[in-house]
């Protein structure tokens, strides 16, 4: 009997197109793209900022990348519906992982985020972040903008996330506020 490859996240030989794994097993990266952070020859990263301390009244996003990452399993079997194509025939997608930051040193959080999207961003390479509260738009932004210059934003939202606040203070309500500034 020919033996099955599994774990494509760490076994994936390219990092071109749709390998068949079963849903519920192996390790679970972002459409069992392949787990590096060598960024040779990608054109998309895939990265998870798992941070919701900006949060008020309902925490947990931090498991969303884990939780996006697992339920991606069910989509990455086949092309997806309705496009006709499967776009990492076309893109070289990778799981970069996920940012790390300290969360006993919240104040720090932000230019670590910022200075973790900005190493992807040097490298010619398109980002992909799975959050996290949307807090961690911010210092994305601002990564993205030292890169690209200005930028424009489309938001979609129960509220705008524009109140604003003393300057040294952000949180989810108020990061557009300060990404004008």
Not at 109 to 123: D, G, K
């Amino acid at each position: 009997m020919k033996s099955r490859q599994s774990d494509h996240a760490f076994t994936g030989k390219s990092l071109y197109g749709t390998q068949y794994e079963h849903m519920y097993s192996g390790a679970l990266s972002f459409l069992r793209r392949r787990y590096t952070r060598d960024l040779e020859g990608v054109d998309v990263a895939v990265t998870g900022i798992p941070f919701d301390l900006a949060t008020s009244n309902r925490p947990g996003s931090r498991f969303g990348p884990a939780g996006i990452r697992a339920a991606s399993a069910q989509l990455s079997w086949g092309p997806p519906w309705p496009w006709g194509f499967d776009p990492t025939d076309r893109l070289a997608v990778i799981d970069y992982g996920d940012c790390m930051f300290d969360y006993g040193r919240p104040e720090g959080i932000p230019s670590e985020i910022e200075a973790h999207a900005e190493a992807i961003i040097a490298r010619g390479v398109s980002l992909l972040c799975l959050g996290g509260d949307h807090f961690v738009t911010l210092p994305l932004l601002r990564a993205h903008a030292k890169h690209h210059g200005p930028l424009a934003l489309i938001h979609f939202d129960a509220h705008s996330d524009t109140w604003k606040d003393e300057v040294a203070r952000t949180d989810h309500g108020t990061m557009f506020f300060h990404a004008t500034r």
